[in-house]
Structures are given as C-alpha cells and as structure tokens.
C-alpha cells in the first residue's frame, strides 16, 4: 500500500479541499494517508486518515508561522517515511527545498489553492506601496520554485501564469454528491433564507449582503439571513449586522462540518457568492456556486464574465454589480418572486468524483 502524506499546518483539519475531498478519497483508494496539522487539537483517526498535529505553539501571528511553526513541521513531516508528499501552503514548499538540501530526495507534490501573487495585490494587511513589488518577487519565487516540480493547480486559469511548469494537472473544487438535495420541494422554512458559506469578510461581500437583508426586512418583507464561517470584528460592527442580532433575523453558527452545512443550504432560498473585484476572484470559480447548484439553490453572484457563463449554463440565478446594495436588493425579490424560473440545472459532471480520477491518476504518474 502507497503512504501518501498531506502537509496543510494552515488549514483547518476539516478542510473541504484537503480533507473530504481528497484526503478521505485517497484514502478509500486503496492509499495510506496522513495529514500534518499544526492546530493543537491533538492527534486523530477520522475517516479513516491519520490525523498528526505537529503545533508546538498557539499563536495567531503571521510571523510566527511562517518562521517557527512552518519550518518545524515541514522538518519534522520531512523526516517520516513516505512515498509521496503532497504540500499545501506556499510557506512549506520553501521550507522543503531548503531541508531537501541535507535530507534523501523525496517524491512531492504542490497544491495551489489560491494563485498568491495576485492576492497579494489585495491584501490589506500589507502596505499599498509594497503590494505590486513583492507581487512580482512572489511570482519570481514560485516561478523558481515550481519549475521542476510537479503542480495540482485548483483553477484552469493558473497554468496560464505558470506556463513553464512542465507537469501538472488540473483538479477543481467540485461538489461532492452529498451536495445534492434530491428533496428540494420541502423546504421547511417559514420565511425565506439567503445564506452564504466560507470566509466571511468585506472582500466576499458581506457588506452588501447584511445591508440588503436589512433594507428588505426594513421594508416589511420578511428575509432571514444565515452566515455559515468565522464572522470577523469588522462585520459584526456593522449596524446593519447588530440590527438583525437585535430583530432574530441572522444565523451565525460559525465553522462547522460539510455533513452540517449540507444541511443548512439545502433549505435556503437564495444562495449568494457577490465576490469583490480582486484579481484572484476574477479568475477563478467559486466551489460554493457549484454547491448551491446542486443543492437545487439559485445563486446570485458577481457580473464577472467568468461567473455569468457559469449562471447562463446552470441557468440557476441572477449577476450583479459586486459594490451595488440596490442591485443585490432587486435581484432578491426578483428569485423570491419567480423561484421556478431560476431553479438550476445541474450536470452531474461538474461533481468531485471527474476531478479524483484526475488526481489518482497523477498520482500513479509520479509514484
């Protein structure tokens, strides 16, 4: 049996990218699998992988991570047999090539996620002057980085950027079937729901969304809103936000499992993905507008080009400007108005199972 590990010490254990759709599969495939975490939950055996938590200290500091807690666990992952290592944050592939140096060459694998050299243009935690310059010194060093090296990239617009990456595969963030809803006639709700899943935060519209609900709500039409992740200071401040706190009109359960969340979105409405307009975002497909889709749940997304193809072809939903409350509010009355006219199609093709065939079959290539 190959022993394949996983190195995600950023992400979250339950990753939906890292641990249900591939970690578990992998693992049903006739693989032995380990995921490196460094969350200080300690260690488990969920799903049949073995989860190794590797944290030695509890820090939410940038700085800390990449400099202490990155290198550890990569020297550390480094040192446990494996035939094949599959890394998922930038930071751990830079730490690999310098502990490779001193260590047995090792067979690996490296996951975008996300293509960090744009995103980096909108960070904003990061001065306004530094962004385009260390933009440019990211991609310099991923471009190095990368070139030798086997690449799964998680978007088809990232080997457009990486053009001399010479093997590589694309595997996309498709839904799983437990997404599909195959009772989407009983909803079970009194008042519609609009619900979102993910990172909430300014850059994926909760801005817009909070006082859209509230606007309508105002405006004596009933709305309930749920928001499905960590909701960060700067949205709870909002007024519009303590004013639905206040009016029992939002659901915040924060982080919880895909087993769970299936459940809430199943019975939504309206399901909304209005990302802002950032480089990143404009390239690339949001996995929650496939997981509406399939759950039988019209969305309402940005008017970018990428994302109008994708609502004319599940003909599931309406586009908006990504900055536009009023836009927003009309496109919500219009689904609650006529809900059969933008119930989606979905094409059982765009669900996980085409993409693990892929990444099994990369997998074989290289072991």
């Not at 744009?118 to 306004?128: A, R």
């Not at 019975?267 to 039988?296: Q, R």
């Given at each position: 049996?190959k022993?394949?590990?996983?190195l995600a010490?950023v992400?979250?254990?339950t990753d939906?990218?890292?641990?249900y759709k591939q970690?578990i599969?992998?693992?049903s495939?006739?693989f032995?699998?380990?995921?490196?975490?460094?969350d200080?939950?300690?260690?488990?055996v969920l799903?049949?992988?073995?989860?190794?938590?590797?944290?030695?200290m509890q820090s939410?500091?940038?700085?800390?991570?990449?400099?202490?807690?990155s290198?550890?666990?990569?020297?550390?992952?480094?040192?446990?047999?494996?035939?094949l290592y599959h890394?998922?944050d930038?930071?751990l592939?830079?730490y690999f090539?310098l502990?490779?140096?001193f260590?047995?060459?090792?067979?690996?694998?490296?996951?975008?996620?996300e293509?960090l050299s744009?995103?980096i243009?909108?960070?904003?935690?990061?001065?306004?002057?530094l962004?385009?310059p260390l933009?440019?010194l990211?991609k310099k060093y991923e471009e190095?980085n990368l070139k030798?090296?086997?690449?799964?990239?998680?978007?088809?617009?990232y080997?457009?950027h990486f053009?001399?990456?010479?093997?590589?595969?694309?595997v996309?963030n498709?839904?799983?079937?437990?997404w599909?809803?195959?009772?989407?006639e009983n909803?079970i709700?009194?008042?519609?729901i609009?619900?979102?899943v993910?990172?909430v935060g300014?850059d994926?519209g909760a801005?817009?969304?909070?006082?859209?609900v509230?606007?309508?709500?105002?405006?004596?039409?009933?709305?309930?809103?749920?928001?499905?992740g960590?909701?960060?200071?700067?949205?709870?401040?909002?007024?519009d936000?303590?004013?639905?706190?206040e009016?029992?009109?939002?659901d915040?359960?924060g982080?919880?499992?895909?087993?769970?969340?299936?459940k809430?979105?199943?019975n939504w409405?309206?399901g909304?993905?209005?990302l802002?307009?950032?480089?990143?975002?404009i390239e690339?497909?949001p996995t929650k507008?496939?997981?509406y889709?399939?759950?039988g749940v019209p969305v309402?997304?940005?008017?970018?080009p990428l994302?109008?193809?994708l609502?004319?072809?599940?003909?599931?939903?309406i586009c908006?400007?990504?900055?536009?409350?009023?836009?927003?509010v009309?496109a919500?009355?219009?689904?609650?108005n006529?809900p059969?006219?933008y119930?989606?199609s979905?094409?059982?093709?765009?669900?996980?199972?085409s993409?693990?065939?892929?990444?099994?079959?990369f997998?074989?290539?290289i072991i």
């Amino acid at each position: 049996m190959k022993n394949i590990i996983h190195l995600a010490s950023v992400h979250n254990r339950t990753d939906n990218r890292v641990f249900y759709k591939q970690c578990i599969d992998i693992a049903s495939n006739g693989f032995s699998v380990r995921l490196i975490v460094a969350d200080g939950l300690g260690n488990k055996v969920l799903n049949g992988v073995k989860i190794i938590d590797l944290s030695f200290m509890q820090s939410k500091s940038r700085f800390l991570r990449i400099f202490f807690t990155s290198p550890y666990v990569t020297f550390k992952t480094l040192r446990m047999k494996a035939d094949l290592y599959h890394i998922h944050d930038p930071e751990l592939l830079f730490y690999f090539r310098l502990f490779s140096i001193f260590l047995r060459p090792k067979k690996v694998i490296f996951d975008m996620h996300e293509n960090l050299s744009e995103q980096i243009k909108s960070k904003n935690w990061i001065p306004q002057l530094l962004r385009i310059p260390l933009s440019y010194l990211v991609k310099k060093y991923e471009e190095f980085n990368l070139k030798n090296l086997p690449v799964i990239f998680a978007e088809k617009s990232y080997s457009n950027h990486f053009p001399n990456i010479s093997k590589h595969e694309t595997v996309l963030n498709y839904p799983k079937s437990i997404w599909i809803n195959p009772v989407q006639e009983n909803k079970i709700n009194k008042i519609p729901i609009i619900g979102y899943v993910g990172r909430v935060g300014l850059d994926r519209g909760a801005d817009i969304l909070i006082n859209a609900v509230a606007k309508i709500n105002k405006n004596n039409t009933q709305l309930h809103l749920q928001l499905i992740g960590k909701i960060p200071s700067e949205v709870k401040n909002m007024i519009d936000f303590k004013y639905l706190v206040e009016k029992n009109l939002i659901d915040c359960p924060g982080f919880i499992t895909n087993d769970k969340v299936v459940k809430y979105v199943h019975n939504w409405d309206i399901g909304f993905c209005v990302l802002k307009n950032n480089p990143n975002f404009i390239e690339s497909y949001p996995t929650k507008i496939f997981e509406y889709f399939a759950s039988g749940v019209p969305v309402i997304t940005s008017n970018f080009p990428l994302y109008s193809e994708l609502i004319n072809n599940f003909n599931g939903g309406i586009c908006v400007s990504p900055e536009s409350t009023k836009d927003l509010v009309e496109a919500i009355y219009e689904i609650l108005n006529s809900p059969d006219k933008y119930k989606p199609s979905f094409h059982n093709e765009v669900l996980w199972d085409s993409q693990l065939s892929k990444l099994l079959k990369f997998y074989k290539e290289i072991i």
